[in-house]
């Protein structure tokens, strides 16, 4: 089969959010700018979707959905469709000078814009008017989750819901108008990626939020009782880290039910994760093999059970739906011969993280002489701490044995880390932009387990040294990467 990555490549982990405007304007094709120069041909993202109130892109209102956060107030005002972007603008203020974009594009917008949007509208309607429907009732319903909304609307009434449409319709229109925008600024966005020979990695979870306009939409593609509460839910067993486990709350698939309606719902979700990237991580990868399933009454991840999921049926009707499939697997942690199976049988890399490599002995998988070519190698990933903060908090003795392990390099931390990356057989290496600016304590994207002070770094081009990038581009091209 042919591999996923075609070549020995390096790339970068930054989210949209991070950028020093965190938006998809001018910072954005800026950093592409930097991408190339520093001779790196891979830009990994985080998903986009519209978050929840803790921000976290792992937990989002929907997984077709591009967070209206992420739109460029400027791009709008270039577009002729604003007059001024509003400085510091807060969500209010967003949402304010998307609805007057929306009617200017409606007023005196060019016939070929009022086009687009009605030919996006359309092609898209597989979920956008469910999305549409969904944000316009949470929002007349005070934020509240779907499941507490007025029970006709709950359970999708056809009358409620054309009622919906004919009183919020003003403010439906709008949403799709804010999809249309950010999916456009995507779409140029990637354009551009590839104009710099730089192709763009995207993310997606495998379970979704229980509070997301696609469970509430496809309630029979999940395991719910008739209040829409889930049955069970999603969750990894106790191990090492944890004597209870990890209790995540995501409703479970009902596979049964996909596979009877063949995988349509997976269908939808694969083709818009492939029209928006050239390469797709899949976090949670182990759960196409089989899923810890919790009864969801229960407030730790005990009492759970290992339930069998059809992931060679579900693989096989999406390789005949779009051909080859540019996965990456997320298969951290304890992972069965059966999860490694699935994933090589279809030839998708898996991952290794560098700073996980000095636990234990010799035979740590991740140490760099463990390493083989069907990985994307990471110092670390987003749930990490900077490489050069993680370096810093190890024991004396930790710090002398990855220190002994490379050599006594003179340069400090993260470079030795970074040079494993890039040195390595794996065919791809990704580095945190965090560590490729070198920084350390307060600068990590997320601290799992923790519900506050995550998802809001950002960098400022200041930061940049001035020959960060013909550095980079230095390295890359030493190993042999592009």
């Given at each position: ?250 409703p479970m698939y009902d596979w049964d039910c996909m596979r009877a309606q063949g995988f349509d719902w997976w269908i939808a979700r694969m083709q818009t994760e492939l029209s928006r990237f050239d390469l797709v991580r899949v976090d949670h990868f182990r759960g196409f093999e089989a899923c810890w ?190």
């Amino acid at each position: 089969m042919e591999p996923t990555i075609d070549k020995r490549r390096a790339g970068i982990l930054l989210h949209p959010s991070s950028l020093p405007r965190g938006d998809l304007g001018p910072d954005a094709l800026r950093f592409l700018d930097f991408v190339r120069d520093a001779g790196l041909s891979v830009w990994q993202v985080l998903p986009l979707g519209p978050t929840h109130a803790d921000g976290s892109p792992y937990h989002c209102l929907s997984v077709h959905a591009i967070s209206p956060a992420l739109i460029s107030l400027e791009s709008l005002v270039q577009r002729g469709w604003l007059a001024q972007a509003p400085a510091n603008a807060d969500a209010v203020t967003r949402r304010a000078a998307f609805e007057q974009a929306h009617q200017s594009l409606l007023a005196r917008g060019h016939a070929d814009d009022r086009a687009a949007f009605e030919e996006f509208c359309s092609e898209q309607d597989r979920w956008l008017r469910d999305y549409a429907l969904y944000q316009a009732l949470r929002e007349d319903n005070g934020e509240e989750p779907w499941w507490r909304w007025p029970q006709p609307v709950r359970d999708r009434s056809s009358h409620a819901l054309a009622e919906t449409e004919r009183r919020l319709g003003t403010r439906i229109e709008a949403i799709r108008f804010e999809q249309f925008v950010a999916v456009d600024q995507w779409q140029q966005l990637r354009a551009a990626a590839r104009a710099r020979g730089v192709l763009l990695f995207g993310d997606m979870p495998i379970f979704v939020a229980h509070d997301s306009a696609e469970v509430w939409a496809h309630r029979d593609c999940f395991k719910l009782d008739k209040y829409g509460q889930p049955i069970e839910v999603a969750g990894v067993p106790p191990d090492y880290f944890s004597a209870t486990g990890q209790y995540w709350g995501n409703p479970m698939y009902d596979w049964d039910c996909m596979r009877a309606q063949g995988f349509d719902w997976w269908i939808a979700r694969m083709q818009t994760e492939l029209s928006r990237f050239d390469l797709v991580r899949v976090d949670h990868f182990r759960g196409f093999e089989a899923c810890w399933e919790i009864p969801a009454n229960e407030t730790t991840a005990v009492n759970g059970r290992w339930v069998k999921a059809p992931g060679d049926a579900l693989f096989n009707t999406l390789i005949a739906r779009f051909g080859r499939l540019p996965l990456v697997a997320e298969d951290l942690g304890l992972i069965t011969p059966e999860v490694t199976a699935l994933r090589e049988s279809y030839g998708m890399p898996g991952m290794a993280v560098l700073q996980f490599a000095f636990d234990g002995g010799p035979d740590n998988p991740y140490l760099p002489h463990n390493l083989k070519p069907d990985l994307v190698v990471y110092t670390g990933t987003h749930d990490n701490d900077t490489t050069a903060s993680w370096f810093e908090a190890l024991s004396a003795q930790q710090q002398l044995r990855v220190v002994d392990y490379f050599g006594y390099l003179h340069e400090p931390m993260p470079w030795p880390l970074i040079r494993a990356a890039l040195a390595s057989v794996g065919r791809l290496a990704v580095i945190p932009m965090q560590d490729l600016l070198g920084h350390g304590r307060g600068h990590r994207m997320n601290t799992p387990g923790t519900a506050s002070g995550n998802w809001g770094w950002r960098f400022s081009w200041d930061q940049l040294p001035p020959d960060l990038a013909a550095g980079m581009k230095r390295l890359v091209g030493l190993y042999g990467r592009e």
